[in-house]
T-cell receptor, first 116, second 114 residues
């Protein structure tokens, strides 16, 4: 069966500090990977998605970046955090690459980031 | 520009009764819709989905209805149970593509009272 891991679960960082959140997926190959943010009182906003190693697409201009160094690893980073980066960050995967039958995305447990 | 809207931020229902969660969308190119359930401090879990070629999909206590002409979908939970208390998100996909991006609504907090 497939599992998705995110760490850390919670993080408190000062403004201006760097950030690295990691997501790994097990039990599948060539997944699509996604980073979402849920800000307080808001829905899920797609930040980045990746259809393969080294392939990153950004959905919104922002202070964050993403990388996919391995097939099942997705990293969210920032060089200098802003107060507005606080939120709940979720990684998700979708089975299989390319156009296909699989539409559902499956989410990890999330990381609660507080920037002070 | 919120393409997927959940206009009710919260809903309270008595145990055993029906819960109806609503979702409206603006983009007629959306062809696949999903509902997710989310507990606090956890990731959303997939609940049920429907293709735009159907108007109803049922899975146990959960039924999703799609009205394409009104650009409206709803999730019915019958009977509602206290464990159903969570935030429910609807999501839509714009056509078949390699990226399969989903657009989420803002969520509805369902509280099922015992």
């Amino acid at each position: 069966s497939q599992t998705i891991h995110q760490w850390p679960a919670t993080l408190v960082q000062p403004v201006g500090s760097p950030l690295s959140l990691e997501c790994t997926v097990e039990g599948t190959s060539n997944p699509n990977l996604y980073w979402y943010r849920q800000a307080a009182g808001r829905g899920l906003q797609l930040l980045f998605y990746s259809v393969g190693i080294g392939q990153i697409s950004s959905e919104v201009p922002q202070n964050l970046s993403a990388s996919r160094p391995q097939d099942r690893q997705f990293i969210l980073s920032s060089k200098k955090l802003l107060l507005s980066d606080s939120g709940f960050y979720l990684c998700a995967w979708r089975r299989g690459r390319g156009i296909g039958l699989y539409n559902e995305q499956f989410f990890g447990p999330g990381t609660r980031l507080t920037v002070l | 520009d919120q393409q997927v809207k959940q206009n009710s931020p919260s809903l309270s229902v008595q145990e055993g009764r029906i819960s109806i969660l609503n979702c409206d969308y603006t983009n007629s190119m959306f062809d696949y819709f999903l509902w997710y359930k989310k507990y606090p401090a956890e990731g959303p879990t997939f609940l049920i989905s429907i293709s735009s070629i159907k108007d109803k999909n049922e899975d146990g206590r959960f039924t999703v209805f799609l009205n394409k002409s009104a650009k409206h979908l709803s999730l019915h939970i019958v009977p509602s149970q206290p464990g159903d208390s969570a935030v429910y998100f609807c999501a839509a996909r714009r056509g078949v593509s390699a990226t399969n991006k989903l657009i989420f609504g803002t969520g509805t907090l369902l509280a099922v009272q015992p």
